[in-house]
């Protein structure tokens, strides 16, 4: 089976700014060859014409929600490669790639230079420890809000502060369930979010709710269920699951869910915010970024 998105031309689809949408990689190669996760049981087959179908779902929800879907090309031998949110931080026109702590998604990385080289972005160096993207950092109100602890690690976010100026609050992820920080918090617009507690240490749990003006706390059941791993389209928010009380809260705030299956990609621990990464994400510089800069 062939992907049915369509790619608009390169001339068109290059240069940074704003308008830019998600980027997304189909499942060509998807499966579940290894376990680097607790929900990825090399056991389990992947249906992989179901996954084909669910991926182009995705992709044709977030086009009628108004967001503008670009590709990445697929690399053989490297199956998680559709978990987009984990290639790098955007900010504006540049990339930081991620660096990966496991190395089975190592190689990935070379794909999305090329790719983001490719588009005529600026791509940064990763940072000099592990890092895995905007699955561990998620914008919301002009800064960071990142996970540490079972992929990323904590002394990255130092750097990332030094280097790009960025806010990151970092937050200890307890659960090895919800072991990148998009499992456990999903912004809905600059005061509201999603947020599964027990996805945090307490001391994290509290930091979040000093910075969330209107928490949406999502049951165990919907964090488990990934509830929080949703795209945000303008008011609509796409997700894997969501439940009628939810469905209430959302609303309430404007918001409209809109379910969207991706189980087989649940197979390898992801959802939907795991298969895209946000294009559109211009960070707030809260300290001058550290830079040699050579006078005279
Ligand atoms: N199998 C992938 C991994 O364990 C899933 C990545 C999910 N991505 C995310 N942003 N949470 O790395």
Redesign the pocket.
């Known amino acids: 089976m062939t992907p049915t998105t369509s790619e608009a031309p390169e001339e068109e689809a290059g240069g940074p700014g704003r308008g830019h949408g998600v980027l997304m990689c189909p499942p060509e190669y998807f499966d579940v060859t290894y376990s680097?996760?607790v929900w990825?049981d090399t056991g389990v087959k992947v249906d992989f014409d179901r996954a084909w179908r669910q991926w182009e779902r995705l992709v044709s929800t977030l086009e009628d929600a108004g967001t503008r879907v670009r590709t990445m090309p697929a690399a053989p031998g490297l199956p998680?490669m559709v978990?987009t949110?984990?290639a790098g931080i955007v900010d504006g026109d540049t990339i930081t790639p991620a660096r990966m702590s496991?190395p089975e998604?190592a190689p990935e990385i070379e794909h999305v230079r090329d790719r983001f080289e490719e588009l005529g972005w600026t791509v940064d160096e990763p940072p000099t420890a592990p890092q895995e993207g905007a699955?561990d950092a998620v914008a919301f109100d002009g800064g960071l809000v990142a996970g540490y602890g079972p992929r990323s690690a904590e002394p990255a976010y130092a750097g990332l502060r030094a280097h790009r100026g960025w806010t990151v609050t970092a937050l200890e992820l307890t659960d090895p369930r919800y072991y990148?920080v998009?499992?456990g918090f999903c912004p809905l617009d600059d005061r509201a979010a999603m947020v599964l507690p027990e996805a945090f240490t307490a001391a994290g749990h509290a930091a979040l709710a000093e910075i969330v003006e209107d928490p949406v706390v999502l049951t165990p059941e919907e964090g488990a269920a990934f509830c929080a791993?949703a795209v945000v389209a303008g008011r609509t928010v796409v997700m894997p699951h969501c439940t009628p009380r939810l469905g209430r809260e959302l609303e309430r705030r404007g918001f409209e869910p809109v379910v969207c299956e991706v189980s087989e990609f649940g197979k390898?621990?992801?959802g939907c915010?795991?298969l895209t990464l946000a294009l559109d994400v211009e960070l707030d510089r809260a300290g001058a970024p550290f830079t040699a800069e050579v006078v005279g």
Request: aromatic share 6%.
């Open positions: 680097i996760n990825m998680d978990f949110a984990n496991r998604r699955g990148h998009d499992l791993n390898a621990g992801g915010r795991c």
